[in-house]
């Protein structure tokens, strides 16, 4: 064999091989991309609705605290008026 025909081989060889290895790791990543759900319209408007609904929540957290608070204010203000001395007189 001369050296052109053994240069050739390898050339051959180095072609195919990268030529596998191009195609495996194409194959592996379509693969890896088709594996995973797909993200439908239904699930899409169920986790807009979840995140609305979340907000809802907060919104209605913050109004419970507030009445909350309101209401510990008017205990606080009943009961300072119900220790106070009553008045003299009947006034």
Not at 7 to 27: D, K, N, P, S, Y
């Amino acid at each position: 064999m001369n050296p052109i025909e053994i240069a050739q081989g390898i050339a051959l060889i180095l072609f195919v091989g990268g030529g596998v290895f191009v195609a495996g790791t194409l194959a592996r990543g379509l693969a890896a991309r088709w594996s995973r759900p797909r993200e439908s319209a239904e699930t899409a408007r169920l986790q807009e609705s979840v995140q609305r609904l979340s907000g809802e929540l907060g919104d209605v957290h913050e109004r419970v605290t507030d009445l909350q608070e309101r209401v510990d204010f008017a205990e606080r203000l009943l009961a300072r008026q119900r220790d106070a001395a009553p008045l003299k007189g009947g006034e």
